[in-house]
């Protein structure tokens, strides 16, 4: 029998209503915290109750001479006035009164009978441990040092049929396996308690319950040695006081919704060897939601009552529960959406998490989870993406131009200092050289990724771990640079942490790693996840075109928007944007069209900053040190200085156009599990598009199923609504190690 289970019993075998029993002993609760220099005494006698907290040097006499007088000396009227006027409740302090002259003695015992009081010059540290029995005006206590204890209860007050519920707790010396858990119900009309039957931390309304007050009740529990034996066998339950929370009336909560929509296509977990499912879902953060722009403009078509945050995660946990998920990766999840109500929830399912928050001063970030009976997580790596590309000063001069090219140019406004980016990425140093307004806006974005390396428990012949990279780019429609740039340096991060993770000498990293074997790619397979915010509406972005090549040449059509952009423009320079975009690209095209350069495609010449007549860099587009024409002189009159703000030619040199692309390549080629079919994931008022995405290495995975997006009738309406709780539609994929004979003939899916 389990701890649940005795616990349960042993509130099952207590008295019915109307039954006599004999009355439990009065108890006496010392509690005396690891590394703390005081305890607390916890003692009711009569309306009275005392709440001691003493140092532990102090003597003992001084402590029941103060807890004497808290339980049964009556205060003056002065006194009275001054607290108030109370005449019982919670006292606590650690002030040295002594007795006052009246007050009935108490006395500490070792042994149970009380024929062995302890020594009250003894210090408290050394004397309570050691107590058995309390005596205080006649009345005993029996004593329990650091007794299974519930320090906080909570639950939400919305709860509605069929979306579950849970309490959350905070325990001091208990065992969470080792605690009972009892839900009841109030019927409308009625002041009796109804027994629903359930024993777990969580519960689910049925139609039933619909108007009834459900009401929690933990017993703490703890295992302890039996009578002071030792041994396997010889332990027994120790009970604390029970601790109740109650909810408010339970609603009807909307029968459609998007569990009821999507989930009938997972019905259970996986049960295939070597298949595993996979998601990804922005769920739209709490903070977001709730914003009067929000409320008032940008999603004016949901009732608010629909944007609460409870309202909203109770339908998201249903269906992230319901789709059965061995790995979950979620975007815009508030930080205390994570810490108070994912991970108790989703850690009752069976779950591990992991959070890793944005930059800045937003409490919103990615979160990912893992089923932890199918999973060991082994290594985390979290990636903040403005230390990617803050440059270093270097230790010497650099030696000539080209090691400038290849990551030791001087930076914007370095004063002759020069500095470097992290070697690892260099690649993106002609870039940032060509466009100080590019490098600002790096290290004012907010972006991060979390690199989550996941062993199985039990692998299946051919089946290797898993690096699952989740991620949320930056959302801005002109800045598609910065994502491009963004997904190349998450994945040189999540390469070089799969390097230091084989590497290791960490027995927890290393043994697991060669328990699961190499997989067919000799590695663990790589996961890029999350939402890109980079839709197809207007063709395949960067983003896209890097991930499924590998590579993204200097001359990709979306480099081009990034020239417009400055950080701080808003929706209302969106006009703006999109005006000198199209002159850039124009002006781009004529360019190449006088050079002979390029591909047809909108590109840019490239110099460093360094030598902004010189060669081209490696990687940028050709053609640089040409003399420029009179249409690559009227693009050049667009930029002043930094590259980026439009004047006139008057105010411009005629420079040849800064760099609005290179040539960046990946460390992996990766296929989108939906092979770029999936119609929208976004669905608002004036704006649909794929933005969500699960990207997988094909050498080593097929994909073998997915749940259906739901089409717009099934929406029913913009989102979030009602029925959906997220602006953006959850995209979940089954997919299947591929044989290794398979994988290492290359086979396409």
Not at 132 to 142: D, H, M, Q, T
Not at 592 to 599: L, S, V
Request: proline content about 8%; overall charge negative.
């Amino acid at each position: 029998m389990s701890a649940v289970q005795e616990g349960a019993a042993a509130m099952a075998a207590a008295p019915a209503a109307g039954a006599v029993a004999a009355a439990p002993p009065a108890k006496a609760y010392v509690r005396l915290p690891p590394g703390s220099d005081t305890l607390v005494v916890s003692v009711t006698l009569g309306a009275k109750t005392s709440n001691l907290n003493r140092p532990l040097d102090e003597p003992l006499d001084k402590a029941l001479a103060r807890l004497s007088k808290n339980l049964t000396v009556k205060p003056a009227k002065k006194e009275k006035r001054k607290k108030g006027g109370a005449a019982g409740g919670s006292v606590s302090g650690a002030d040295t009164s002594t007795d006052e002259p009246g007050a009935p003695l108490a006395v500490l015992y070792g042994d149970v009978e009380g024929r062995s009081p302890l020594d009250r010059s003894l210090p408290n540290g050394s004397a309570w441990p050691a107590a058995a029995l309390l005596e205080v005006a006649g009345e005993r206590f029996l004593v329990e040092v650091n007794p299974p204890t519930v320090d906080r209860l909570s639950i939400d007050r919305l709860a509605m049929v069929g979306y579950p519920t849970a309490a959350a707790v905070q325990l001091s010396f208990a065992d969470p396996d080792a605690c009972a858990w009892r839900w009841s119900a109030q019927r409308p009309g009625s002041t009796e308690w109804y027994d629903l039957g359930c024993t777990t931390q969580y519960y689910t309304p049925c139609a039933a319950d619909e108007g009834s007050v459900l009401r929690v009740e933990c017993v703490p529990g703890a295992w302890r040695a039996r009578g002071g034996e030792g041994g396997e066998g010889s332990r027994e339950l120790w009970a604390g006081e029970a601790v109740a929370g109650v909810t408010g009336p339970v609603q009807h909560g909307p029968e459609r919704c998007s569990a009821s929509v999507r989930c009938s296509h997972t019905p259970g977990p996986l049960a295939a060897p070597r298949q595993f499912r996979i998601m990804s879902y922005n769920i739209l953060a709490d903070q977001y939601a709730g914003s009067d722009y929000a409320r008032n403009v940008l999603f004016n078509y949901c009732p608010p009552a629909n944007l609460e945050p409870t309202y909203r995660r109770a339908l998201v946990l249903r269906e992230l529960l319901g789709y059965h998920a061995d790995v979950v990766c979620l975007q815009e999840v508030d930080e205390r959406a994570f810490s108070d109500f994912l991970t108790l929830h989703m850690g009752l399912q069976g779950y591990s998490g992991h959070y890793t928050n944005k930059m800045g001063r937003v409490k919103e970030g990615s979160a990912t989870f893992w089923r932890s009976d199918r999973y060991t997580a082994l290594a985390h790596h979290d990636m903040r993406l403005r230390d990617a590309f803050l440059r270093q000063p270097a230790s010497a001069p650099a030696p000539d131009a080209s090691a400038s090219a290849s990551g030791s140019g001087s930076g914007p406004a370095s004063s002759g200092i020069r500095s470097v980016l992290p070697a690892l990425h260099a690649q993106f140093a002609p870039l940032l050289d060509a466009s100080p307004e590019l490098e600002r806006a790096l290290q004012q974005v907010t972006t991060i990724a979390q690199a989550t390396l996941l062993a199985p428990k039990n692998p299946a012949p051919g089946e290797g771990c898993l690096l699952v990279v989740n991620t949320h780019l930056f959302f801005h429609p002109y800045a598609p640079h910065i994502r491009n740039v963004h997904t190349a340096a998450i994945l040189e991060e999540a390469a070089a942490f799969l390097e230091r993770c084989a590497a290791s000498a960490d027995p927890a990293v290393a043994g697991p790693l060669a328990a699961a074997g190499p997989g067919p790619l000799g590695r663990p397979c790589v996961l890029f996840v999350g939402d890109l915010n980079s839709d197809l509406n207007d063709g395949i972005p960067g983003v896209v075109e890097l991930l499924r090549r590998g590579r993204l040449p200097a001359d990709y059509w979306d480099w081009v928007m990034g020239a417009a952009f400055k950080w701080g423009m808003g929706e209302e320079d969106a006009d703006t944007m999109a005006s000198e975009t199209a002159k850039i690209s124009a002006a781009c095209a004529a360019a190449q069209a006088a050079t002979g350069t390029g591909t047809g495609t909108a590109t840019a010449t490239a110099t460093s900053s360094n030598d902004p007549a010189g060669p081209a860099p490696s990687g940028a587009a050709a053609g640089a040190g040409a003399a420029p024409s009179p249409e690559a002189a009227a693009a050049g009159s667009l930029f002043a200085a930094d590259g980026h703000a439009f004047e006139s030619a008057a105010a411009s040199p005629s420079r040849p156009i800064p760099v609005t692309g290179i040539d960046i390549t990946l460390p992996y080629t990766l296929r989108s599990a939906d092979d770029l079919k999936t119609p929208y994931t976004n669905y608002t008022s004036g704006y649909k598009a794929l933005l969500d995405y699960v990207w997988y290495e094909e050498q080593a995975l097929r994909v073998v199923g997915a749940v259906p997006i739901p089409s717009e009738a099934e929406i029913g309406s913009f989102i979030p609504s009602p029925s959906f709780p997220s602006d953006h539609l959850a995209v979940v994929y089954d997919m299947e190690w591929r044989a290794p004979e398979e994988a290492a003939g290359g086979a396409a899916q």
